[in-house]
């Protein structure tokens, strides 16, 4: 998550963009970004600008911070393009959020100086469990109760922005969307997705280049970027429980997306044992049903989600 606000250093210097430059356009044009990370951070802000611009249809930008990188990001993204001012971030903590985690979101808003309220879910979230008591009965904990709370989140962000005028931003990134960790009706609400063309190590390599060479100093936490990434939907959770590390599931999505590789030469191209690449693409298959929902995707790559990769909702290509 994050809220937050200064204004920005006029220094860019060039750092160590990660990011495929041919993907992502490096080095084209007149030259004036030779940095990948800073042609990165333009277009997204440019996209960002436009959308609210072009469409009238919002005052600001609203978006929920859970202490995470990807809603730290997309704050930071935000405040760039729109203004401090017209940028507002909800912290919606449950009984799951960790204390670093409210911290980091709290003190990246204050860094950017950025709206933020806190709205505690707890009470709704119980709540809501007691009304589908007679539905759940005695079945054990899993991913109902998890996206429960995120439903819960995406609930109060979309009525703060009918009730402000503003237009919500999804926080989602390319890995998550590509292997549906996210859910629909949570997370996934918005009016624009503006990091939703960008790997999970791409956005962490954006999120450091912020702090090193576009700010110079702290403003997305040093926690944030360096902690195990995690929706923390259940205890002690961990992305790592259920996926490859993210350099590894990246290397894999790069190939099966934007070069199109099938199955069998992306295992020839070593990135991945045989029995994961094949987990991983399973995902990406069974989950085209959720990007064909989410919201529109800033195009940075490519091969991005949304129009320019049509794929059959469904399909029985894995038996």
């Not at 060479?213 to 923390?232: D, H, L, N, W």
Request: glycine share 12%; proline share 5%; with cysteine.
């Amino acid at each position: 998550g994050g809220r937050g606000g200064a204004g920005r250093s006029d220094a860019r210097g060039a750092g160590s963009g990660a990011g495929r430059d041919e993907a992502r356009g490096a080095g084209s044009g007149s030259g004036q970004y030779p940095d990948p990370q800073a042609r990165l951070c333009e277009a997204i802000c440019s996209g960002i600008r436009d959308y609210f611009d072009k469409t009238g249809a919002g005052k600001g930008a609203v978006l929920g911070l859970s202490g995470g990188i990807d809603s730290a990001l997309v704050a930071v993204l935000a405040a760039e393009a729109l203004g401090r001012d017209r940028v507002t971030g909800l912290l919606m903590p449950s009984g799951f959020s960790s204390e670093g985690s409210i911290l980091d979101a709290e003190t990246l808003a204050n860094h950017l100086g950025i709206r933020s309220y806190q709205l505690p879910i707890g009470e709704l979230y119980q709540t809501a469990l007691q009304t589908l008591s007679p539905v759940f009965g005695d079945l054990p904990f899993n991913t109902a109760e998890e996206n429960l709370q995120s439903r819960i989140r995406g609930t109060l962000l979309m009525a703060y922005a009918n009730k402000h005028g503003d237009l919500l931003l999804a926080t989602g990134n390319k890995s998550e969307y590509a292997v549906g960790y996210s859910t629909l009706y949570g997370d996934m609400n918005g009016a624009l997705a503006p990091i939703g063309d960008l790997w999970k190590t791409e956005v962490y390599a954006l999120s450091r280049w912020f702090n090193e060479q576009y700010y110079g100093r702290e403003v997305i936490p040093v926690a944030t970027i360096e902690k195990a990434p995690s929706a923390e939907l259940r205890p002690d959770q961990k992305d790592s429980d259920s996926l490859p590390p993210y350099d590894q599931l990246d290397a894999m999505l790069t190939l099966a997306i934007e070069y199109q590789l099938g199955e069998s030469q992306i295992v020839k191209a070593g990135v991945a044992p045989a029995d994961v690449v094949h987990r991983i693409l399973r995902l990406v298959d069974r989950n085209e049903f959720k990007r064909f929902q989410a919201a529109p995707i800033l195009k940075l790559s490519v091969k991005a989600f949304g129009t320019g990769r049509r794929r059959p909702i469904v399909q029985g290509w894995d038996g």
